[in-house]
């Protein structure tokens, strides 16, 4: 990471000159999954637009949080929640995340007998106290995301919020209608 770094360095030109601002005046809210590329699928160059990320992309109050100072100290006027295709936030539920770190705080595998704990203990019970924001239908999270956001008393009426799902197969993504007619802009 370090050296890519420096190559990064060595080539950052005008950079230093991007303003604050996103230049585009949009955020996008999505996943932290490694096989998601914002800038690639939204076209993004740098200063371009704010990528807020967490597990699943969900509407956290921390990803809330980010989106209003997006747009009440930076200008973004629209914002997107993506979601993605084979997301693993898919493959467990808050009973069995709370179970697994309660054994052990190692990584954990999964096989298709689902997630099991192959470290040594202990764990911990502090897990019982976090809601993990896992979903079984990702349109249906996708819906409620953006429910949610829309009626956040922080968030303003004036701004539209879109919802999507990337398709980790083909790059695409695909507009969940329900949840930008639960966005419209009032």
């Known amino acids: 990471m370090l050296a890519a770094n420096e190559a990064y360095v060595a080539d950052f030109g005008d950079r230093a000159q991007l303003a604050l601002p996103p230049a585009r005046q949009f955020a996008i809210l999505t996943c932290m999954d490694a096989r998601l ?3 690639g699928y939204a076209g993004l160059a740098e200063g371009d637009a704010h990528v ?16 209003v100072i997006s747009h009440k100290l930076l200008g973004t006027r629209e914002w997107f929640v993506i979601h993605h295709t084979d997301c693993g936030m898919e493959t467990f539920t808050d009973e069995i995340m709370r179970g697994l770190l309660a054994n052990s705080l190692e990584t954990a595998t999964i096989d298709e007998s689902g997630w099991r704990d192959t470290g040594a203990g202990p764990g911990s019970t502090e897990a019982d106290y ?19 956001i829309r009626s956040h ?15 980790v197969r083909t790059g695409r993504l695909n507009e969940v209608a329900a949840a930008t007619a639960a966005g419209k802009a009032g």
């Open 37 to 39: 590329d914002p800038a």
């Open 52 to 67: 807020i990320r967490n597990a699943g992309g969900r509407a956290s109050d921390d990803a809330i949080r980010s989106l």
């Open 130 to 148: 976090i809601d993990w924001l896992t979903f079984k239908d990702n349109e249906k999270s996708v819906v409620a995301d953006v429910a949610r």
């Open 153 to 167: 008393p922080l968030v303003p009426s004036n701004i539209p919020i879109y919802g999507y799902i990337y398709d």
